[in-house]
């Protein structure tokens, strides 16, 4: 996914607040790919986000199966219907309600946290940088990916000095 213009100009005003990125890009320094790679590096606070895509393999693989089976009928259908199409996108708060409410109560808590926590994972700093806080400790992605040489330079383009 790459950059819009807006987020350039984020990148941009954010690259200036970090000195330890001054060599490399004021005066002749331009140097878009330590840039690029300060930005692709984990987020250092350690950040979580939700995934855009879960599969049900990911998924069946933190089930416990004791408490799947201990599920009524139409839990474990409305389960298995949740992946019919595909993974699915526990950014969205619904599909996270989904595996709340089919594993709900003492009986599902191990599989409800289960997938919480697998349906997570660390940001990287530009992700971290443009995404969403959900309020819940956990943020949801407005930008995925890693972001590339071409946009640093773009970015250090809008730089005064630079």
Known sequence: MALTTEQIITLAADIQTHPELEPFYLG??????????????????????????????QALAVTNWTEFIGRSQGERDAFRMMFMVGPVKPADPNI??????????????????????AAKRTMTRAERLFAADTGQSTFTLTFEGLATSVEASAAMALIPGA
């Open 28 to 57: 002749e320094a331009n140097d878009n790919v330590a840039i690029r790679d300060y930005y692709n590096a984990p987020d250092p606070t350690l950040a979580n986000c939700w995934l855009t895509s879960f599969s049900l393999a």
């Open 96 to 117: 996270r309600g989904g595996f709340t409410d089919i594993f709900s109560g003492p009986s599902g808590a191990i599989t409800r946290a289960a997938l919480a926590t």
